[in-house]
């Protein structure tokens, strides 16, 4: 359900019945000229759709103004925003804090921007990964005051780590693609993989019209088609299908 269409009585089901909270976080980036701005989002959001179909989960509004860098293009009649990871991290603190304050306790982001290493991370990942660990310290020593991790009652705290039940599962987060599927279907940038996902996940983001070959990344973007992103489309809803029922 999307949370802005939630009900008071719908909340409170979801976190008695510890429902998924999803949140989508992207850019908005300049992505050569045959695709929109919004790809590395509107990916996420349209896989969530989809998977919003299938079982009980709170879709938050997604989140489009991440860290876009101008690393591939100026932002000048291009279209990159650039949010700096600072800010990201702010937000993304006030964000965390809220909701668990509201009572959600199994939140998941789904991340595509810059993910193709996304255990080192990037500015826009790291900023709201460093958030929501700022954030749980937080709130758990306000709740059980300084010296929480050394009271008796912690003793299976390890145990407790292992199983995924511990406080710092609480958020977790994503690439769009796991490894699995990043090695078959390797990242690009408006190239074959990201323009055939698209034709896939979101055709009305693609004109190919428009496709201009005159920069490297977008090349093979000429080789983009629908069965190309339709097989990566099924390995990222299963995994992703996956994590949202394991709870």
Same mark, same amino acid.
């Given at each position: 359900?999307?949370? @802005? ?7 409170r &089901? %979801?976190? &008695?019945?510890s429902?998924?909270?999803?949140l ?7 992505h050569?000229? #045959?695709?929109?701005t ?6 996420v959001?349209k896989?969530v759709?989809l998977?919003?179909k299938?079982m009980d989960? *709170?879709?938050l509004?997604? +989140?489009?103004?991440g860290a %876009?860098s ?6 000048? =009649? ?9 800010v990201? =991290?702010s937000f993304?603190? @006030?964000?965390f804090? /809220?909701?668990?304050?509201i009572?959600?306790? =199994?939140?998941h982001?789904? *991340? $595509?921007h810059q993910?193709e290493?996304f255990? %080192?991370g ?6 709201f &990964?460093l958030? !929501?660990?700022q ?6 020593e306000?709740? &059980?005051g ?6 008796n /009652?912690m ?5 407790? #780590?292992e !199983?995924?039940t511990?406080?710092?599962?609480w958020?977790?987060?994503?690439p ?5 599927t990043q090695k078959?279907?390797?990242?690009? $940038?408006?190239g074959?993989?990201?323009? /055939?996902?698209?034709? !896939? +996940?979101?055709p009305?983001? *693609?004109?190919m019209?428009?496709?201009s ?6 090349? $093979?973007?000429?080789?983009a088609?629908p069965?190309y992103?339709? %097989? !990566?489309?099924k390995m990222?809803?299963d995994?992703?299908?996956?994590i949202?029922?394991n709870?």
């Amino acid at each position: 359900m999307r949370y @802005e269409m939630m009900f008071p009585y719908q909340i409170r &089901k %979801a976190i &008695k019945e510890s429902w998924p909270v999803v949140l989508s976080v992207g850019v908005l980036e300049y992505h050569a000229e #045959h695709c929109v701005t919004g790809v590395d989002t509107l990916l996420v959001v349209k896989a969530v759709e989809l998977l919003e179909k299938e079982m009980d989960m *709170v879709v938050l509004p997604p +989140f489009y103004y991440g860290a %876009a860098s101008y690393a591939v293009e100026p932002p000048g =009649n291009n279209g990159s925003v650039q949010i700096d990871s600072d800010v990201l =991290n702010s937000f993304g603190r @006030e964000l965390f804090r /809220s909701l668990l304050r509201i009572g959600f306790r =199994n939140i998941h982001i789904f *991340v $595509h921007h810059q993910s193709e290493n996304f255990s %080192a991370g990037m500015p826009t990942d790291l900023a709201f &990964k460093l958030a !929501a660990r700022q954030i749980i310290f937080e709130f758990i020593e306000k709740e &059980k005051g300084e010296g929480w991790w050394g009271s008796n /009652s912690m003793e299976n705290y390890y145990t407790e #780590h292992e !199983a995924g039940t511990d406080p710092f599962s609480w958020i977790k987060f994503y690439p769009f693609m796991d490894e699995k599927t990043q090695k078959k279907y390797p990242i690009d $940038h408006a190239g074959l993989q990201e323009t /055939s996902l698209m034709m !896939a +996940f979101c055709p009305e983001g *693609v004109d190919m019209s428009k496709l201009s070959e005159n920069k490297w990344y977008c090349k $093979h973007a000429k080789e983009a088609n629908p069965e190309y992103g339709n %097989a !990566a489309k099924k390995m990222i809803l299963d995994k992703m299908r996956s994590i949202l029922t394991n709870r």
